[in-house]
Nanobody, 126 residues
Framework: QVQLVESGGGSVQAGGSLTLSCAVS????????LGWFRQAPGKGREGVAA????????HYADSVKGRFTISQDNAKNTLYLQMSSLKPEDTAIYYC???????????????????WGQGTQVTVSS
């Protein structure tokens, strides 16, 4: 059974930094796409970043390019999202997600991922 558990959320002032972690377990696929999504109050869930474990390709939403970095530690089975220069509009619940196979054709669609974590709150104050 695939399990994804996020941690690292919190409150920070604009311009600050946070790093989110997602512990991944139970995956039997050899290669998969790991993604970070977020959902702000009253808005739909949107893709933030994704990484393909096959040959480590990364994808980013335009709104976070240059500020966020997605990475993985295979030894720890952990996915990370390093967030810097945070803005109030980055406030949301952040979710990690996993889908078997390439990110191509999958990210940033939420329907492309069938395994989700419970989410962690990130609040950025101005």
């Amino acid at each position: 059974q695939v399990q994804l558990v996020e941690s690292g959320g919190g409150s920070v002032q604009a311009g600050g930094s946070l790093t989110l972690s997602c512990a991944v377990s139970g995956f039997t696929a050899r290669r998969y796409c790991l993604g970070w999504f977020r959902q702000a109050p009253g808005k739909g869930r949107e893709g933030v970043a994704a990484i393909y474990t096959g040959f480590i390709s990364t994808h980013y939403a335009d709104s976070v390019k240059g500020r966020f970095t997605i990475s993985q530690d295979n030894a720890k089975n952990t996915l990370y999202l390093q967030m810097s220069s945070l803005k109030p509009e980055d406030t949301a619940i952040y979710y990690c997600a996993a889908g078997e196979g390439s990110c191509t054709g999958r990210w940033p669609r939420t329907t492309g991922f069938n395994n989700w974590g419970q989410g962690t709150q990130v609040t950025v104050s101005s």
